[in-house]
């Protein structure tokens, strides 16, 4: 699976928008993006995946560049209680099967007041 | 989304005995589930890949006869810690994935086991 980059940490003022940056330069066309979240002492959360198109959810909107090499995570408007460690992950989805996830550094996400 | 649930949440031994800690899908079947391992401060690390009905594959660097993985069910898989150090301490996390349904390839994590090995 592809490797990612993410910043080590960003501030984001509650009620804001939190864009969090991932960079993938060596993603495969088969390979799709994934972020999870992981709020201290607690297991990761499913936040949102994509292939190439942009998708948006109830939790955040993933904005994947046209040449796929990078890709941003939106939270429209931060709280608190998104403060968490981020995780961008680029894998393979092959039906019918369940292939791992392999975590990176991710940012840490300090939401202020 | 689907629930996994992990038992116990936390848990102290004393060095050299052996602890268990259980992974459950509660609303749905995993064929297949995963246990990562994560320090302080750390990312999260993945030990191996619990199949249910066959051996578990684990990582490179990860002992087998230490870490013992039992996947009975469609709905369980077990981790047990055996004769457990102080250096075993750590947060335990496991991951599976609904083998029906849709397709959409995430993976539900428990909610970790914290093992502190005295």
């Known amino acids: 699976d592809a490797k990612t980059t993410q910043p080590t940490s960003m501030d984001c003022a509650e009620g804001r928008a939190a864009n969090l940056p991932c960079n993938h330069s060596t993603i495969s066309g088969n390979e799709y993006v994934y972020w999870y979240r992981q709020i201290h002492s607690q297991g990761p959360q499913y936040i949102i995946h994509?292939?190439?198109n942009n998708e948006t959810n109830e939790m955040a909107s993933l904005i994947i560049t046209e040449d796929r090499k990078s890709s941003t995570l939106i939270l429209p408007h931060a709280t608190l209680r998104d403060t968490a460690v981020y995780y961008c992950i680029v894998r393979r989805l092959i039906t019918g099967t369940a292939s791992k996830l392999t975590f990176g550094t991710g940012t840490r996400l300090q939401v202020t007041l | 989304g689907a629930v996994v649930s992990q038992h116990p949440s936390w848990v102290i031994c004393k060095s050299g005995t052996s602890v268990k800690i259980e992974c459950r899908s509660l609303d749905f079947q995993a064929t297949t589930m995963f246990w990562y391992r994560q320090f302080p401060k750390q990312s999260l690390m993945l030990m191996a890949t619990?199949?249910?009905?066959?051996?578990?594959?684990?990582e490179q660097g990860v002992e087998k006869d230490k870490f013992l993985i039992n996947h009975a069910s469609l709905t369980l898989s077990t981790l047990t810690v055996t004769s457990a150090h102080p250096e075993d301490s750590s947060f335990y996390i496991c991951?599976?994935?609904?083998?029906?349904?849709?397709?959409?390839?995430?993976?539900?994590f428990g909610e970790g086991s914290r093992l502190t090995v005295l």
């Open positions: 991951s599976a994935r609904d083998r029906g349904g849709w397709n959409t390839g995430e993976l539900f």
């Open positions: 994509g292939l190439k």
């Open positions: 619990s199949n249910e009905g066959s051996k578990a594959t684990y």
